[in-house]
């Protein structure tokens, strides 16, 4: 691939391409990665030769989440449009997805894991939503999370901002399996070698099938999110505390207006 990327790296190993989130320490995913990582898969959603894309992080960090900064009311709109931008590329993506889950997974982070077709996590893996935390609420989690987990688990990981490790990510049904971490590559290493026996036309066909009756409803639902959150969450006090809290290090004060 032609292009050159600072935050995350791209490495081809057909059938496979591998995304790795590189914004040390924590894998943040501000707009540069947004935009980074909207390219890439750009780049590589007409390669023929690659039927699967995996994405991964650090041992410490899958991802932090999204950039706290960029919840601020002037970047706001642009951080929501370009990271959404991302999660649908990746649900509407041919290819096959894979999430290998490693350390913290959290907020956009883990929101990008669980839009992936598969999710590979280690046991002690920190998983969570918690935006509620800083007053806002994940969007993509609230509108795909219950299909997942159900929807009273989904209401209290989102709504408690409750940290979960990768063995309770498997039980929900984040996961489709979690594992030590010595372990990790070898059960991502058996699902590409499957994988990479089949057509990729055939499974780009067949995963289109399979999210058929899901996809309308995401998008519908998302668009949605991602108006409530715009045009009535951020207009809150409680959301501009919130994150003007956390960007000066304190306690949030919360008025409830």
């Not at 046991?123 to 989690?141: M, N, Q, S, T, Y």
């Not at 989102?158 to 039980?171: C, D, M, N, P, Y």
Request: charged share 25%; hydrophobic share 45%.
């Amino acid at each position: 691939m032609p292009t050159t990327y600072k935050q995350v790296q791209v490495i081809l190993d057909p059938p496979a391409a591998k995304i790795t989130l590189a914004n040390p320490p924590q894998n943040v995913i501000d707009i540069p990665m947004m935009e980074e990582l909207a390219e890439a898969l750009k780049q590589l959603e007409p390669q023929p030769e690659v039927s699967t894309i995996i994405f991964s992080g650090s041992e410490q960090n899958f991802s932090a989440g999204v950039d706290v900064a960029a919840h601020t009311p002037d970047k706001v709109r642009e951080m929501l449009v370009k990271f959404h931008a991302v999660i649908r590329a990746i649900v509407n993506a041919k290819k096959v997805t894979i999430a290998v889950v490693c350390g913290n997974c959290l907020g956009g982070g883990a929101e990008l894991a669980t839009v992936c077709d598969m999710v590979f996590t280690t046991r002690d893996a920190h998983w969570a939503f918690p935006e509620i935390k800083l007053g806002c609420f994940p969007p993509v989690a609230s509108v795909g999370l219950a299909a997942l987990v159900g929807q009273k688990r989904a209401a209290e990981l989102i709504l408690t901002g409750r940290q979960i490790s990768g063995a309770e990510a498997l039980a929900m049904g984040l996961a489709n399996a979690a594992v030590n971490d010595d372990e990790l590559a070898t059960v991502v290493d058996e699902t590409l070698k499957r994988l990479s026996k089949l057509s990729p036309a055939s499974l780009a066909v067949t995963k289109k099938a399979v999210y058929c009756w899901d996809a309308m409803h995401f998008e519908k639902g998302l668009a949605r999110a991602e108006q409530i959150y715009l045009e009535e969450l951020m207009k809150t006090e409680d959301a501009q505390e919130g994150i003007k809290a956390w960007l000066e290090k304190r306690t949030a004060i919360w008025k409830g207006k």
